[in-house]
């Protein structure tokens, strides 16, 4: 007895993260137009902040997001925090430094997921499934911390929920330590094979005018020659105590946007282990009490760019107004630019370039502009992706370089 | 001449009201008529990042701030308009000058019924093709 069942993963899987649809238009090889449908989870959040009172938001933002789970609570205690007092201070020292250190074990393990998707689009599986290997202890070291591998539920107005125990300093340290052949492979697997560089450079271009015009922020922008960086520029938690450079790339191509993230790895670890060095002791929490009216703006550089947070007071215990707007919501519209003019080859790892998530490629469609007939599905255009790169490890491989 | 400066150097008494929270975090107001010109002078010619915009209903009438960033110094500068028509908002759109406003443009359009004049694509970006005409979710009752 044989009964097959098939089951739809459709655009509107409300299961999977970030959930876009894009509909690609070909003429032949070449990508002409390109429709980005979203809102397929939107969830109401905002709305729903409304309702809640000021400790329970900090909860209900973290869960935008998995991947980026502590960016939203940052930025949202940071809005909240700015309308107790442009220059409010009580935030303990230890908590400012234990934030930090959160921040950037999450872009590290948000950088190596992404790390692993882009192989795994261009045929690179060892590079995915290593990438994934390598971010498991990352993981770990948040179970241990927080008790949990994503969702950490650390951020509160006025400091942090809880300490990072002396004991598990150590342990972090040695974790960072394991972690650094792990990027120095990534690096050399990335950077210097002939095949990775043939097969990205030049591709999903998205020069410094367009990302100045599209508004485009984090990686993608500073791949395109943008120098900016939330945590230089406007400085949060323990970042301006230690030292760190902002990575910047020119070229603004696929190759371009991927070593700005493996760089900016390392950066992570030095800060990391500078926190861990010189965290003081001391209190993690100012217990702040009430929220006077007022409006206040709250953002941080999350792995994928600028998170905002915007809140409005009127002195009860809940905000009258809560925007959120999160980095893809501007570097996903690019896409506009960078993936049109490009072949269909290359047009998953170009949409996956801006890090949006791993169902975003899954929902492509592309339709042939002559007869608008659909001619693929998001597996096809992976395949025909890995293809690509395979023709070209041959070919580099005939000429033996 | 610092940013602040000039600002206010350019758009003269066009600024209602500017209120310095902190150093860096300016709010001004003006009026929603100047909205493309006080665009064009911090995204063009100050060469600020534009960040995002938040509409607010209000019991006065359906607010808007611009939000601009000024990467090189942290400044963030938010511009305020306040549409007091609340059951036919309308404001210019500044898609025309730059890409990168489309979809907050449409997203204000579709949650809190605010009408962009002159913008180039005003369809749906969040809301199911199945929501109704003319409610909008972030409107209050």
């Not at chain 1, 905002?46 to 930025?75: M, T, W």
């Not at chain 1, 999450?106 to 261009?122: E, K, N, V, Y």
């Not at chain 1, 001391?282 to 217990?287: E, R, S």
């Amino acid at each position: 007895m044989s009964h097959k069942v098939i089951v739809p993963i459709g655009p509107y899987h409300p299961l999977q993260e970030e959930p876009e649809f894009f509909q690609l238009y070909v003429e032949g090889e070449k990508v002409v137009d390109i429709d980005i449908i979203i809102g397929y989870n939107h969830r109401g959040i905002e709305k729903l902040a409304e309702a809640k009172h000021y400790d329970q938001v900090a909860f209900l933002v973290e869960r935008i997001c998995g991947i980026c789970s502590s960016s939203h609570p940052n930025a949202y205690v940071l809005a909240v925090e700015d309308i107790l007092g442009g220059e409010f201070n009580m935030v303990p020292e230890r908590a400012l430094f234990i934030r930090t250190i959160i921040d950037e074990l999450q872009r590290i393990h948000s950088h190596l997921l992404w790390l692993g998707l882009a192989g795994h689009f261009i045929g690179y599986n060892t590079v995915w499934m290593w990438a994934w290997k390598y971010r498991e202890p990352v993981l770990d070291m948040f179970e241990m911390i927080t008790g949990n591998r994503n969702n950490y539920a650390m951020f509160k107005v006025g400091g942090v929920r809880r300490d990072i125990k002396a004991e598990d300093i150590p342990i972090v340290k040695k974790a960072l330590d394991e972690l650094m052949p792990a990027l120095d492979l990534f690096r050399g697997a990335v950077m210097d094979d002939p095949v990775i560089q043939a097969r990205l450079k030049g591709i999903g271009i998205l020069t410094k005018q367009q990302a100045i015009d599209w508004c485009v922020v984090g990686p993608t922008a500073r791949a395109s020659g943008l120098s900016m960086d939330v945590r230089r520029d406007e400085p949060y938690g323990a970042i301006d105590r230690v030292d760190w450079n902002v990575i910047v790339e020119q070229e603004g191509d696929v190759f371009a946007k991927t070593v700005v993230r493996i760089l900016e790895m390392y950066e992570s670890v030095r800060i990391i282990r500078q926190c861990l060095d010189k965290i003081p002791s001391g209190q993690i929490d100012a217990d702040v009490k009430e929220i006077p009216p007022g409006e206040g703006i709250g953002r941080v550089e999350a792995p994928r760019g600028e998170c905002f947070h915007y809140i409005k007071s009127d002195g009860t215990n809940r905000p009258v107004r809560h925007k959120i707007r999160a980095p893809s919501f501007m570097n996903v519209a690019s896409n506009k630019v960078a993936a049109v003019g490009g072949t269909i080859s290359d047009a998953t790892i170009t949409l996956a370039a801006v890090d949006p998530c791993y169902c975003c490629t899954e929902r492509v469609a592309v339709i042939n502009k002559s007869d608008n007939a659909k001619v693929m599905n998001g597996w096809d255009l992976i395949k025909l992706s890995q293809e690509k790169t395979k023709q070209l490890k041959d070919e580099i491989a005939r000429k033996g370089i | 001449m610092d940013t602040k400066e000039k600002i206010k150097e350019v758009l003269g008494k066009k600024i209602i009201a500017w209120h310095e929270h902190s150093p860096r975090r300016i709010y001004f107001s003006i009026d929603p008529k100047d909205i493309v010109e006080a665009t064009t002078l911090l995204f063009k010619d100050l060469k600020m990042r534009f960040s995002i915009a938040s509409g607010t209903d209000t019991p006065e009438g359906m607010e808007i701030l611009y939000h601009f960033s000024l990467d090189q110094t942290g400044e963030f500068y938010s511009v305020r308009v306040m549409l007091e028509d609340k059951k036919n908002p309308r404001i210019d759109s500044i898609t025309p000058l730059f890409e990168g406003a489309e979809w907050i443009e449409r997203e204000m359009w579709e949650l809190l019924g605010i009408d962009f004049v002159g913008h180039p694509n005003l369809k749906r970006l969040l809301l199911a093709d199945e929501w109704p005409e003319g409610e909008y979710p972030l409107r209050r009752k």
